[in-house]
């Protein structure tokens, strides 16, 4: 039997009283049988009266329930069914592995150890009751309880109001570096007291209709409610993508078309895209929500919090910690707050901890590898702001093989920028390395004014002017773009092709027998919970599709957009080939891809010089695709939570539009401050997205893809490079471990052992992490690569019952503390500036890297680089 470190240091066991149980109908087992499974899941006893939590009442009485036979059958079918799952910790895969060979081939059970069989039934169990995964088991609940409040009027009002609040201030700080956002997590905090206001506020007045009552006071706040409140907010966490599109055409430093202000443009652009991705969803669910291994590391901290809120908050021993969730998420948001004041007010230094520059401020080769300005911040130590240090890397939420990866990706790709800038490669010697802006060949900022007649690309004038010019960390972050799409498509086809084509199949079958229920041969528990609530019909989605695809074109015809409709249908195809392989790796790593980069480069061959074309296009796929991603994963959360899926369906459609419509009307404000998206504005609204998303325009809507991949050759070939590394990768994990099976047999465990540790690596995470420059660097990273080896290697491997406790609770409090903190110092001392004017708020922009990192290399007496105008 498997020994797992005693977490527990009280004595006291005694089961549940069993009227405690009546109401969940769960029955009383034996106390030693109780001690067994409290001690397999890590959940200690109460320190007031030492009964266990009614979910290690649930999984016993299931393990008393489930044969051995049944047993063994269930655990051979999950143990190949996870066997490519990286989320499937290796001492469980271990465990489980032997014990199904102490069985194998066995056909009396009599003789086989007492201890050997309890264990295979405990894991029996575990597979078909709840979930493998730790991390899923500590923020979800085995049952279902069906009596508490779910769908109230509370959610529908108290979600709208927050929906507003959050998209408020997540548009308002877009356009700032970093952003300070209020996600779901954040709001969770700030919507708890809002519906126990109620709850106890509001008096029981309601009435009967059809059998059912409707009350003004529901009853108590439940964490249903909650949950689905939050939901509603989670899609305020993103603001609209056409925000960028907005801002790009109206500002005078972008494209100056002052008729994109209109807020009927505005707001059919807004509905189009938001609306789009819904249709999609139909196909998503059925490859990641209903698969097991579809975790979606991503929302658990959502769902820690909730319980920290709103669950019974038992006294237990946790490794000697003794203090509640909510307790616990007080105190580390209180302390938040009142930290963040520090690095980003009072002691700027702190945040931006540029130090390795101080020591000789003007030494430009020093600021352009240390700097966490203007450089590439290879500095060990970058900065004591959680904000910073977790802005390119969550910590906590990425599973550890992801964060380390991802931050190798990242490294690697600085030293390859660092190598093409010092040999000047694609004359980057002559620009700023690390710049997310385009360059003419004198050096300085490209004016695509210059080019441009009637807003459509002028070659004359192109000719007279310049060529544009990547900096060296931007020509980085392409090249990883155009290897990352064949890469993700061909690797994850490969990978988990089984699962694509079941969902495609199962698609097709939806279509063709519409009243068969989706959950159709889904055998997980958490399927077996959703089967009893209404389902959410496929042709829901798409009649929503439909009538926003009628909306599109309406949007290309009624305003001056330069695209022809065809462009319409391509898009929807473009998406459809894409958005599996993508939302089945954001569902295993917590890691998502978008199609920005390769909607723009077929539309840039495709309508050569027309920017707003590109531009639209570039909206609508990308939105399509997360939209249909985040209706997924909030299908995920209602798996999980045991929600009706019909009520998270309204739900989002209602969020969708109210997000919307509030972030509109904060960019009519934002278009009027004073100073937005300069490089040096003071409050740091620089707008770095804005500025990635007009530069893009430029390079391949304006001047196009042929006379880009005519100037970088080299570009072009990644798309080759990233299919044959998908196919690499493929053959090394999976079937050359295989091929050695066959030949040598006596090897085989040796074999499986280091199989398991390559599967580890994901080329896709790696590559995506060299997507982290221009104009972010490795200051946005290191801190949290530090913070991740932390809690999800040191913590995670040796105190697990802590990390499962406490470990989402912290991030989120965290996060929340900076969010309104955030808030409150830019309203406070920064729109209307109290600056405190000391060394350690100026420190940081004394030298180089603050002030401007000069080009390595002069303008050659001629007046430019590069090649002359003829060769364009």
């Not at 489930?66 to 465990?95: G, M, S």
């Not at 550890?400 to 010092?422: C, M, P, Q």
């Amino acid at each position: 039997m498997s020994k797992h470190t005693e977490v527990f240091s009280s004595e006291k066991v005694s089961s549940m009283d069993k009227d405690d149980l009546v109401d969940t109908q769960v029955a009383e087992v034996t106390t030693s049988l109780l001690d067994f499974v409290a001690l397999q899941l890590e959940i200690p006893p109460s320190e007031n009266d030492g009964t266990y939590p009614l979910e290690v009442h649930f999984m016993a009485e299931k393990l008393e329930e489930t044969t051995l036979e049944e047993a063994i059958k269930i655990v051979k079918t999950n143990f190949a069914y996870h066997d490519h799952d990286n989320n499937f910790r290796d001492e469980y895969r271990i465990e489980v592995r032997e014990l199904l060979k102490v069985f194998d081939g066995k056909d009396d059970y009599e003789k086989a150890d007492p201890d050997d069989v309890l264990m295979m039934r405990y894991w029996g169990t575990v597979f078909n009751w709840w979930s493998p995964y730790p991390e899923v088991r500590a923020v979800t609940d085995p049952y279902n309880d069906e009596d508490c409040t779910t769908e109230t009027w509370r959610v529908w009002v108290l979600g709208t109001v927050w929906v507003a609040i959050a998209a408020f201030v997540n548009q308002f700080f877009s356009v700032r570096m970093p952003a300070i956002s209020l996600g779901a997590g954040v709001i969770q905090l700030l919507l708890y007291p809002c519906g126990k206001a109620l709850q106890y506020a509001l008096p029981d007045w309601g009435f009967h209709f059809r059998g059912k009552r409707y009350s003004l006071n529901p009853g108590k706040w439940s964490q249903k409610e909650q949950l689905l409140t939050t939901i509603m907010v989670s899609c305020a966490s993103g603001t609209p993508y056409i925000t960028s599109n907005i801002i790009v055409q109206y500002l005078p430093q972008f494209y100056n078309q002052t008729w994109a202000s209109s807020f009927g443009y505005q707001f059919v652009f807004m509905l189009v895209t938001q609306m789009l991705g819904f249709g999609l969803a139909g196909i998503l669910k059925r490859v990641a929500v209903y698969p097991v291994k579809a975790m979606w590391p991503s929302l658990l901290p959502t769902l820690a919090v909730n319980k920290a809120l709103l669950a019974p908050n038992r006294k237990e021993n946790i490794n000697g910690w003794l203090i509640s969730r909510y307790t616990f998420f007080m105190i580390v948001f209180i302390g938040s707050f009142v930290y963040f004041w520090i690095p980003n007010y009072l002691m700027n230094f702190l945040q931006t901890f540029n130090w390795m520059t101080w020591i000789a401020p003007e030494n430009a080769d020093l600021a352009i590898v240390t700097g966490s300005v203007g450089g590439l911040g290879f500095n060990p130590i970058p900065t004591f702001d959680w904000n910073q240090a977790t802005a390119s890397l969550a910590p906590i939420t990425l599973p550890l093989y992801v964060s380390s990866i991802g931050f190798a990706g990242t490294f690697f790709s600085g030293l390859v920028i660092l190598a093409l800038y010092y040999t000047n490669n694609s004359w980057t010697g002559y620009i700023p390395i690390n710049s997310n802006r385009l360059f003419d060949n004198m050096g300085k900022k490209y004016n695509v004014s210059k080019i441009l007649t009637n807003y459509r690309f002028d070659d004359k004038k192109y000719h007279d002017y310049s060529t544009p010019y990547y900096s060296a960390g931007n020509l980085m972050l392409y090249s990883a773009f155009f290897a990352v799409y064949p890469l993700s498509f061909v690797y994850t086809c490969l990978m988990d092709w089984r699962a694509m084509w079941d969902a495609l199949k199962d698609t097709g079958k939806a279509l063709r027998y519409v009243h068969r229920s989706s959950y159709h041969g889904r055998e997980d528990p958490f399927s077996r919970y959703m089967k009893n609530y209404p389902e959410v019909p496929d042709w829901w989605f798409y009649v929503v599709m439909v009538i926003m695809f009628a909306l599109s074109i309406v949007l290309v015809k009624a305003w001056p957009v330069d695209t022809p409709v065809w462009t319409l249908v391509f898009v929807l195809g473009l998406v459809f080939v894409f958005i599996i392989p993508f939302t089945v790796f954001a569902a295993y790593t917590a890691s998502s891809l978008s199609l920005n980069v390769i909607s723009e480069l077929i539309i840039g061959y495709a309508l050569p010089g027309r920017f707003m074309a590109l531009n639209l296009i570039k909206a609508l796929s990308v939105t399509i695709a997360s939209q249909a991603q985040n209706y997924t994963t909030d299908q995920k959360l209602t798996h999980y939570a045991h929600l009706p899926p019909r009520s998270i369906f309204w739900l989002q459609l209602w969020a969708t539009l109210v997000n919307g419509l509030v972030c509109l009307g904060v960019i009519q404000f934002q278009l009027n401050l004073d100073g937005i998206c300069d490089a040096d504005n003071k409050q740091k609204f620089t707008c770095p997205g804005e500025t990635t998303f007009f530069t893009a325009s430029v390079a391949w809507g304006v001047i196009g893809p042929k006379k880009m991949f005519d100037k970088y050759p080299v570009m072009k070939w990644m798309f080759l490079f990233g299919a044959l590394a998908g196919v690499f990768f493929w053959f090394v994990q999976v079937i050359l471990p295989q091929i050695l099976v066959k030949y040598f047999p006596n090897k085989a465990q040796t074999i499986d052992y280091y199989r398991r540790k390559i599967l580890y690596f994901n080329p896709i995470i790696f590559v995506v992490g060299c997507l982290g420059w221009a104009p972010y660097n490795l200051t946005y990273q290191v801190g949290g690569m530090y913070l991740a080896v932390l809690f999800n290697g040191y913590i995670k491997s040796r105190y697990l019952a802590w990390w499962r406790k406490y470990a989402y609770v912290m991030e989120a409090a965290i996060v929340t503390g900076i969010a309104l903190a955030g808030i409150i110092i830019f309203f406070a001392v920064q729109y209307h500036p109290k600056d405190i004017d000391w060394w350690g708020n100026t420190v940081i922009y004394d030298g180089v890297d603050g002030s401007g990192i000069p080009p390595r290399l002069e303008i050659p007496e001629k007046g430019f680089f590069g090649p002359p105008s003829s060769e364009w």
